[in-house]
């Protein structure tokens, strides 16, 4: 999403580090860069001048002229505002002291309210949480359906008695058979409106008058940009919103909207979603968000993301195996569906500091139609070629094509890549060298 805006930041830094020594003349030029760069990005402007009042602030005083590296000393500043500006800490989610707390997802039609509900759902049964879901939005065609389709695939249940009940009965009825069958979380899926309207702010008003829910969250579409920022005053006006579900950040959006919901409206982005996929929604953390905009990467959040995919036994036999040179083709297709479950390359690869401009190389990513004719190689490979790939000759390269749907060609650059990655990861020791690994070495991801 911020790729442009880190593109254009990370212009203004490498003129900063370039002078030995700055003048308020310097920051002045530079700061005007990273205000164009944020308006382009669809930061709301009040925010943007705020913003860059407060950097410029702390840029022009000691703490940069009597430094050693003031361009560095400049870009922590910038960090730090940032990290303000998104909103400082995590916001945890509030919990009720007595069973069940209730989550009523608020928004618009489109922004994603229903498949999030799902998403949040997901994210509570993993926590060992037993939530509900209750499909309160009687008005938009199929809504129902839709909900009680995604409990069944995330095995949660759905509290639907149709559309012939008012919303708010349905919410409060949900929140009694909720209490009846020990449930201890209620998500409510509330209706939305293509446009805010008194009709809608009434219905939720009353709703949350019923239903008294520890959390009213706003599930805002990323992409709808400066946009989503004005929805979420509307509706943190008439509803005390707590926080906000910010989703599609994973889209080609500019990213205005995370920059500017936390400082426009007081409210925090708790929680964030990426795609279609009923994957768990992801926690807003502001200091990785703002390193990641910076271009310095997100390491923690991709070690969460490898610890919840891959168990520690899982964890420790592929060290071995990589520090004994045993990695095989089969080790190597287990991997790669590893790191399918934890999201697309292109977004792994921007938590890792030093790796965005990579990404954004032409051809430096593996579609994922390539990874999947990769995996019908392997699979296309006998249990003793996988273990073994130095065995396959000619005959078998042709027969591995053959079966796999692909050219000889394919299977060799297959099998050579593999030989320079087993290379190559043997000498990778510590996460920071992920910084500096260049795409010459990085051989699966170079075509």
Do not use: W
Not at 74 to 91: F, M, N, Q, T
Request: hydrophobic share 40%; with cysteine; aromatic share 4%.
């Amino acid at each position: 999403m911020f790729e442009n805006l880190t593109d254009r930041l990370q212009s203004v830094f490498k003129t900063l580090r370039g002078h030995a020594k700055l003048t308020e003349g310097n920051i002045a030029e530079a700061l005007r860069e990273v205000r164009l760069a944020l308006l382009e990005a669809d930061v709301n402007f009040k925010v943007v001048k705020r913003f860059i009042n407060q950097v410029q602030e702390r840029a022009v005083g000691k703490e940069v002229f009597k430094s050693l590296t003031p361009g560095q000393q400049v870009i922590k500043i910038v960090h730090e505002e940032l990290v303000d500006l998104l909103g400082r800490e995590k916001a945890a989610m509030v919990r009720a002291p007595m069973p069940p707390t209730v989550v009523m997802l608020v928004g618009l039609q489109g922004s994603g309210k229903t498949t999030s509900c799902a998403k949040l759902a997901k994210t509570f049964k993993k926590e060992g949480r037993q939530p509900m879901l209750v499909a309160a939005d009687i008005y938009r065609p199929a809504a129902i359906d839709q909900l009680k389709t995604l409990g069944t695939q995330i095995d949660v249940p759905v509290y639907a008695p149709g559309t012939d009940i008012n919303p708010v009965e349905i919410c409060e009825s949900g929140l009694a058979a909720a209490k009846r069958e020990g449930i201890d979380t209620v998500i409510l899926d509330t209706a939305g409106r293509l446009h805010i309207d008194r009709a809608l702010m009434d219905e939720l008003r009353n709703i949350k008058s019923k239903t008294n829910p520890s959390e009213i969250l706003l599930v805002a579409d990323a992409m709808t940009g400066q946009d989503a920022v004005n929805i979420a005053q509307s509706f943190n006006n008439d509803l005390d919103i707590s926080g906000v579900i910010l989703t599609k950040l994973d889209g080609d959006a500019r990213g205005g909207a995370a920059l500017s919901i936390k400082s426009v409206t007081g409210k925090p982005i708790k929680l964030v979603g990426m795609g279609e996929k009923l994957d768990p929604l992801e926690v807003f953390h502001p200091d990785r968000m703002a390193s990641r905009i910076l271009g310095m990467g997100d390491v923690l959040s991709l070690i969460e993301k490898a610890e919840s995919t891959l168990s520690e036994e899982q964890r420790k036999s592929m060290e071995k195996k990589l520090l004994e040179s045993s990695f095989t083709l089969e080790d190597f297709k287990d991997q790669l569906v590893q790191l399918r479950k934890m999201g697309s390359f292109e977004q792994l690869l921007q938590m890792i500091p030093g790796m965005g401009k990579m990404v954004q190389m032409q051809g430096a990513v593996p579609t994922e139609k390539e990874f999947k004719q990769i995996e019908a190689m392997i699979s296309s490979m006998t249990p003793e070629e996988r273990r073994n790939h130095k065995i396959i000759n000619t005959s078998r390269r042709r027969r591995i094509a053959g079966g796999s749907g692909s050219d000889i060609a394919d299977v060799n650059r297959l099998l050579k890549q593999f030989d320079q990655a087993r290379k190559m990861m043997k000498n990778i020791k510590t996460s920071r060298m992920f910084g500096k690994i260049t795409q010459k070495q990085m051989p699966f991801f170079r075509r």
